[in-house]
């Protein structure tokens, strides 16, 4: 599935996207089976194996199961895609009954507390392209130290420009800011031509690229400790908002758009931070022209990534065969394939290459992977940030360190579990 996270706000169902390392917080872990086979550690036999997918559309689902009907037919082991109404429930359902889906999508706010209570399979270590997933995502999903499971694709966010609107204001290829102090007077030029500047979202799944700009966190990085009125938080949310005061940034809720696309399409912003996703826009706004360039840095480059992955269930009946499938789902041709009907970006990068090539209106989104960062996940952390999101729609008239306090404290109580 393509994480449109939280974009549009509450549209896709996946979880609350600063240094923000998703990283444990205690829990008993898993390990696979030794039990021998052809498929690493695991057996593989001739049992079915179904597959619970969240899917973005018909493109999507069209190309999963032709994915995995092609794995089938090679195999000959019988594979099912179920396509799941509500998949964190139905996954639920599957995994307390002892009859769950083989192979799943798992999201990174499901992640570690699906880890921790047991039911997935710790399969990671006998992926035979192990090493050629990114750092970044790898680390997504690791869990008391076990990389649990195959990330399956991922999303940046950069920063997307109306070009039109871009040309109006006099500006030219050569005015892409590249650094907060540009980002401000780029910001100021477009409204002083009577254009709109940057239009963003109040949600930390946007916002907190600032915090990932200026070396800041969230959590620390063993993920056990709160580091939310950071310095560096304070400093970046403290930028954030000298934007919008002066006018040079306005939030999404003040233009009337739902999420940035719908800002850019309606000429309600000239720039806007959003993901790769952002090319769904010109269903609806078919003669909009845009360009994607890499967000501006502060005191370093920063972006967010977010990213499923194919998780195994722990009782799973076919552990061989769903490893054997895993394989074939992120080789380098497939994930390509996968880019190509859906627009996803490959989780490997051993297909970052082709991806440019066939995707060059992508590469800024791509080169965020080699910086980019998850947000925390840890069980309970979903609620501080929601409530921090609730908190940063009042940044223009609130005071950043105030804020940043406050959950600072709700972030260590999250932590304690």
């Known amino acids: 599935m393509l994480i449109r996270r939280s974009a549009p706000l509450g549209l896709i169902a996946a979880g609350a996207a600063l240094v923000l390392t998703l990283t444990a917080c205690g829990g008993n872990s898993t390990s696979p089976a030794a039990s021998g086979g052809a498929s690493g550690a695991y057996t593989k036999t001739t049992n079915a194996i179904t597959v619970l997918i969240g899917s973005s559309g018909a493109a999507e689902t069209s190309s999963v199961q032709a994915a995995v009907a092609a794995w089938a037919a090679k195999s000959g082991i019988s594979a099912k895609v179920q396509v799941a109404s509500d998949l964190t429930q139905e996954a ?15 999201s990174t706010d499901q992640f570690s507390g699906w880890a921790k209570a047991g039911n997935l399979e710790a399969y990671g270590d006998q992926l035979a392209n192990k090493a050629d997933f990114y750092p970044n995502l790898v680390s997504a999903f690791t869990y008391n ?13 950069a920063l997307v420009v109306n070009t039109d609107k871009w040309k109006a204001a006099g500006l030219t290829d050569a005015d892409y800011p590249t650094t907060w102090a540009q980002l401000e007077s780029i910001s100021q ?32 990085a063993d993920g056990k400790t709160a580091t939310v009125n950071s310095d560096a938080n304070v400093a970046a949310y403290t930028f954030a908002k000298k934007l919008l005061t002066e006018g040079a940034a306005k939030l999404n809720s003040d233009v009337g758009a739902g999420w940035g ?10 720039m806007v931070i959003e993901g790769n996703w952002i ?4 269903k609806d706004y078919p003669t909009l022209n845009y360009k994607v360039v890499e967000l501006p840095a502060g005191t370093q480059k920063g972006t967010l990534e977010y990213t499923n992955c194919w998780g195994m269930s722990k009782d799973g009946k076919n552990k061989g065969g769903a490893l054997d499938l895993v394989n074939y789902l992120t080789t380098t041709q497939q994930q390509l394939q996968f880019a190509k009907d859906f627009g996803v970006m490959p989780s490997v990068k051993s297909a970052a290459s ?26 309970g952390v979903a609620a501080v940030l929601a409530d921090l999101n609730s908190q940063m729609a009042k940044l223009k008239t609130s005071d950043p360190k105030s804020i940043l306090d406050m959950e600072q404290t709700a972030m260590t109580q999250a932590l304690a579990g």
């Open 145 to 157: 130290n076990q990389f649990y499971c195959a990330p399956k694709d991922f999303s940046t966010l």
């Open 261 to 270: 696309g719908e800002a850019l399409g309606k000429g309600l912003a000239t």
């Open 279 to 282: 090319t769904g826009v010109k």
């Open 354 to 379: 082709d991806y440019k090539s066939q995707f060059p209106e992508m590469t800024a989104f791509l080169a965020g992977a080699d910086y980019a960062q998850n947000l925390p996940a840890q069980p």
């Open 92 to 106: 639920s359902q599957g995994f307390a009954s002892g009859s769950p889906a083989d192979l799943l999508y798992v």
């Open 189 to 220: 030029k477009l409204v002083a031509a009577k254009q709109p500047g940057l239009v963003v979202s109040n949600e930390i799944q946007r916002l907190g690229v600032f915090v990932a700009q200026n070396g800041g966190s969230l959590v620390s």
